[in-house]
């Protein structure tokens, strides 16, 4: 009975992804928690086939003089991983189709099967790493998140004579398109860097694109926390860095369990660079406003101007604040 050296093989949707054409084919291969792993994009040649094939990428834009795709629409990811044992198979299973079960023990079933849902779960993890690290060399916090779709039906309001219903006039009906960033080959090998010295995107950051998502979904509210938490976190780490190992436990704690409003007025600020020091004082009004916001729907169920406009105001905000890297005085002098 063969024994063989094995791989996983799982195919995941994804949604908001556009690349340009020199990128698509290419592969990722990093290490995550012990296993190897392999994220590729489809060929070319893979794109916009009939019906008898899945239907995994899609041109999106053309030359007009040749036709040739400019960028492609991926909608479908192959996740590889390398399984770390070698597998005992039935020689039959390396001719026929998958899942001959009649040339499989009951032992040997079990085995494939345990490995089929542990690296299922692997997968999918490594698959959301991926993304996050993506998003974060794009600074492009849409790709591969899930989207709502509302109510609208795409038919305008009408006016209706009442006792005939005959329609007398119809509302003009506006399309919106989101028009999604293109993954270059930059952005590719940035990603690939990080993939492989294991970086992970930041938590602020995280809870930065959450809120970007939320925005596009109309999830206002929703978003509010997420840019306050994000702001909370960059706040309190960037702090942290700066708290010596031989500082007392009582005061580190003392710090660490601060409100949030002594990090914005009080320790963040005492650390920023002279030269950002005016911009931070004009940015401190709008944190301080977006944490109030925050507090009054946690605590009191409030949040009256939750739109796309205090959103995308806060979010510019929170990316501002992203900008300024603390440094002691010592450096600077």
């Not at 063969?2 to 020199?22: K, Q």
């Not at 930065?208 to 780490?237: G, H, P, V």
């Amino acid at each position: 009975m063969p024994e063989i050296s094995a791989r996983t093989w799982t195919r995941f949707l994804v949604t908001n992804f556009n690349v340009s054409a020199d990128v698509m084919g290419l592969a990722h291969e990093f290490d995550f928690h012990g296993y190897n792993v392999s994220i590729r994009l489809p060929q070319k040649d893979q794109a916009d086939r009939d019906e008898r094939y899945d239907n995994v990428a899609a041109a999106s834009t053309r030359r007009a003089d040749t036709g040739e795709p400019i960028n492609y629409e991926v909608l479908k990811i192959d996740v590889e991983i390398d399984v770390k044992n070698r597998l005992s198979v039935p020689s039959e299973a390396l001719e026929k189709p998958p899942k001959q079960f009649q040339f499989f023990s009951e032992e040997q079933t079990k085995a494939v099967d345990d490995i089929c849902e542990q690296y299922s779960e692997v997968a999918d993890r490594a698959f959301q790493c991926w993304l996050g690290v993506l998003r974060w060399a794009t600074d492009y916090s849409l790709i591969g998140q899930p989207e709502i779709s509302g109510p609208d039906s795409g038919w305008s309001t009408y006016i209706l004579e009442s006792s005939t219903s005959h329609r007398v006039w119809a509302g003009t009906t506006v399309i919106r398109v989101q028009l999604h960033k293109e993954v270059t080959k930059e952005h590719w090998e940035k990603a690939s860097e990080r993939l492989v010295s294991g970086e992970d995107i930041p938590m602020h950051l995280r809870f930065l694109q959450d809120a970007e998502t939320s925005t596009k979904n109309e999830q206002y509210e929703k978003a509010i926390l997420e840019l306050a938490m994000a702001c909370e976190i960059y706040l309190r780490y960037s702090v942290f860095e700066f708290i010596p190992e031989s500082t007392h436990f009582e005061l580190k704690t003392y710090i660490e369990e601060a409100n949030i409003n002594r990090f914005v007025s009080k320790f963040f600020k005492s650390l920023v660079p002279t030269d950002r020091l005016s911009e931070y004082k004009k940015l401190t009004s709008e944190i301080s406003s977006l944490m109030s916001r925050r507090n009054s729907y946690v605590h009191m169920g409030k949040l009256d101007d939750a739109n796309k406009e205090t959103c995308d105001r806060f979010i510019k905000s929170t990316r501002l604040l992203f900008t300024i890297k603390l440094s002691s005085p010592e450096t600077e002098n």
